[in-house]
């Protein structure tokens, strides 16, 4: 009798239960596999944007000028809406490092973290995930493009703060298509020639920007970062919807689709000096930049649109307001416009109830038929958001993980709150590679042990 005829049982029932659990895969995964209906001619692209800062309040601020007590912002009318969770693996106030990496890869870490888990190991994100899939991709920011929500989808550091080692991952591994905002202090004259010879075209205001009709393109409008809307040169400096507007007739340009991250960054800078006017327009400016992109995702079924934010700054509350009739929209310039802004904001008194980020949960909207089946009015936690978007780009039906709370427990003194991330999908194929192993492991034992 052979070696392999004599297998034990103890082989036969591993053996056995590798097969079984074989089929059993997607039941082991709480995301259903069933394609989503798709145009066949058209590639799987997503916006995703993010008003960094911007919880409730700041967003009721925005609409209270621009729309008045019975409108609403662009942002609000999109067809599905969820409040989200935004705690770090290490706090219960993220910040936007955290935050960043949480919504562009799934995973919570720590705070100051870009791109990495809380063990330091590399994590990849949507946008490295969508250029496997062949597609354009490309970041957007107002503050500087090395900034902790830019950087989350473009590089992986264990401080946000070191800059070297993000430009450099930016000029040698990011490999991004489009990529506009400030921060040209930080980029060396050898970073920028590196970036044209590798075939960016280097633009460094409005005009410039857009007469580019194809290709890559790096844009830095800015020294540090770029000018509140306030106090923008409309002439020489892009808006943050024009730069989205251009980004799209870029990226779009691939039959193979693209990705795209827009942050509106200063509405944070303008919270945290508790500036309610800056504020409000940075917020308008943003939602103008959302209405560009649900422009383009209303003609191109196969696009989704995503607007949220990586966590709300100063715990803003509108308190009361004293607004007249009088809207941005029925006046014509853009000095007009502006003033109209200005008034109505100084008639609505708010107050500024913390001095740091909070733990206040921010907007979550999208728009697309994938969002049509899931329910709205809901919580979801930040990181799943990546898991729409990794799900989208797979061409599964868009499901929410289920919400797990921040868990606290109680002392005789004290009361403390742990975050804790979304329990992940077990991995029916580890299960199943691993109860393989153990069966090969024991055939070479019982071979060794009849030679």
Not at 43 to 65: C, K, N, Q, T, W
Not at 143 to 161: G, K, Q, W
Not at 203 to 223: E, H, K, P, Q
Request: charged share 20%; proline share 4%.
């Amino acid at each position: 009798m052979t070696a392999i005829t004599a297998l034990p049982q103890y082989f036969l029932v591993f053996s056995v239960l590798a097969l079984i659990l074989l089929p059993i895969q997607v039941q082991a995964n709480p995301r259903p596999k069933e394609l989503v209906t798709i145009a066949a001619d058209e590639p799987l692209s997503i916006i995703l944007m993010i008003g960094d800062g911007m919880g409730f309040e700041h967003v009721e601020l925005a609409r209270l000028v621009e729309e008045g007590e019975a409108g609403s912002l662009v942002m609000q009318q999109l067809t599905w809406n969820a409040s989200m969770t935004t705690f770090s693996a290490d706090d219960p106030i993220t910040d936007s490092a955290a935050a960043g990496t949480a919504i562009a890869t799934g995973a919570k870490t720590n705070k100051r973290y870009i791109g990495i888990n809380t063990a330091g190991y590399h994590l990849e994100t949507i946008l490295e995930y969508a250029q496997t899939l062949n597609k354009s991709t490309g970041v957007v920011s107002t503050c500087r493009v090395i900034d902790a929500t830019p950087a989350s989808f473009m590089t992986h550091v264990n401080n946000r703060y070191d800059f070297d080692k993000i430009v450099r991952q930016i000029i040698e591994e990011a490999d991004v298509d489009v990529l506009l905002g400030g921060g040209l202090d930080y980029f060396s004259s050898d970073n920028l020639t590196t970036m044209e010879s590798n075939g960016y075209t280097m633009v460094y205001d409005r005009t410039s920007m857009m007469n580019v009709a194809s290709g890559r393109i790096f844009g830095l409008f800015a020294d540090v970062h770029m000018s509140y809307e306030l106090d923008r040169n409309y002439i020489t400096t892009p808006s943050i919807a024009e730069m989205t507007n251009k980004s799209i007739e870029l990226l779009s340009q691939d039959a193979d689709g693209f990705f795209l991250m827009v942050e509106g960054g200063r509405i944070d800078l303008a919270a945290h000096d508790d500036d309610k006017v800056r504020n409000a327009l940075d917020t308008i400016a943003f939602d103008n930049a959302v209405q560009i992109a649900l422009d383009y995702v209303q003609e191109h079924n196969n696009t989704i649109l995503i607007v949220t934010a990586d966590h709300e700054t100063e715990g803003l509350v509108v308190l009361s307001h004293d607004l007249n009739s009088t809207l941005p929209g029925s006046v014509s310039t853009h000095n007009e416009k502006e003033a109209v802004r200005i008034e109505r904001v100084n008639n609505i008194s708010v107050s500024w109830t913390a001095d740091y980020h909070t733990a206040t949960n921010v907007p979550l909207f999208g728009y697309g038929s994938a969002f049509e089946d899931l329910p709205i009015d809901t919580i979801v936690d930040n990181t799943n958001v990546y898991f729409f978007m990794k799900d989208y780009y797979d061409g599964n039906p868009l499901s929410i993980v289920p919400y797990t709370p921040p868990a606290t427990t109680t002392t005789s003194t004290t009361t403390t709150t742990s975050p804790t991330s979304p329990a992940p999908p077990l991995d029916a194929t580890l299960i199943v590679v691993s109860v393989s192993v153990v069966a090969l492991l024991i055939v070479a034992v019982f071979v060794i042990k009849k030679r």
